[in-house]
């Protein structure tokens, strides 16, 4: 979803998306395939850039990372940014300065647009991707599904022992059921 940005107004303009309304659907379709989500967005001029604020109400569905069970985690995620013009730079020059009219941004976050045009579906796509957790759990602090994945493994584990013990006593035991022929009184010599 592009949104120009020249079409704000100066009391500015708010924005929601949803899966039913669809404009998001292609850009969110690898991380949130079929699940509903919900995106407020308002943008408001800000002198020669643009503030931005809203929400991300959705649900990630992930794996535990300890346990293996599937999980369905709930994101409730505000954001504020600033957006800034992307400026092409010559590579010949050096600026030595900044944007000055975002310097007060140094504990603040920014993004970029270019060409008058902000890229909504992309940006709302890279907030949902560095939200989902690096090692979901299904439990908070410990893992809901634990004992029980703890028991089937070592259950698995066991069986593979076992598989590897009946193959190591006597690596020769499967050939004794096999016969071989005499292959000399067959054979005639020319």
Not at 70 to 83: G, I, M, Q, S
Not at 149 to 154: G, Q
């Amino acid at each position: 979803m592009k949104i120009r940005l020249a079409e704000i107004p100066e009391d500015g303009r708010q924005f929601t998306f949803t899966r039913e309304s669809g404009e998001l659907n292609t850009a969110l379709k690898d991380l949130l395939p079929a699940v509903p989500y919900k995106v407020d967005l308002t943008i408001r001029p800000l002198g020669n850039a643009y503030e931005m604020e809203g929400k991300v109400v959705t649900s990630l569905s992930e794996l535990c990372s300890l346990c293996g069970w599937d999980l369905n985690l709930p994101l409730n995620r505000t954001f504020r940014e600033v957006l800034v013009e992307e400026e092409e730079t010559d590579r010949e020059t050096h600026h030595v300065h900044g944007n000055q009219s975002v310097d007060f941004l140094s504990e603040g976050s920014s993004s970029t647009y270019k060409d008058g045009v902000f890229d909504a579906g992309e940006f709302v796509h890279e907030l949902v991707a560095i939200s989902e957790p690096m090692y979901p759990s299904c439990g908070d602090p410990d893992c809901e599904h634990l004992e029980e994945a703890n028991a089937k493994r070592a259950e698995l584990e066991a069986e593979f022992n076992k598989a590897d013990v009946d193959e190591k006593t006597n690596p020769f035991a499967k050939l004794a059921g096999l016969k071989v022929e005499d292959t000399k009184s067959t054979n005639k010599k020319h």
